[in-house]
């Protein structure tokens, strides 16, 4: 179920404050967060946001098409190998 437009989308305060920072002093270094289900905003784009994703940071670079999108659909926390091999003969 989607969140109420009424209250805006959730952003982490720590994360969103360490934005603001960065556009006061025009310095866009990467950002470190353990924020998965922060929502990106427009005041993201062109920030480079490590995503840590339960064993390594994972680096998303924000751009306009990713907005609106949760930070951790870019982080995935379980690689997929492919289906197993069926032994199987045909014939």
């Known amino acids: 179920m989607a969140r109420s437009i009424k209250k805006g989308p959730f952003i982490e305060k720590k994360l969103y404050k360490r934005i603001q920072e960065s556009l006061k002093t025009n310095q866009k270094q990467m950002i470190k967060t353990y924020s998965r289900c922060s929502t990106i905003i ?5 920030f480079t946001i490590s995503v840590y994703n339960g064993k390594t940071w994972i680096p998303v670079f924000v751009t306009e098409n990713l907005v609106g999108h949760k930070l951790g659909e870019f982080s995935p926390t379980r690689i997929f190998r492919g289906h197993s091999v069926s032994d199987k003969k045909v014939g």
């Open 42 to 46: 427009p005041e993201m784009v062109g």
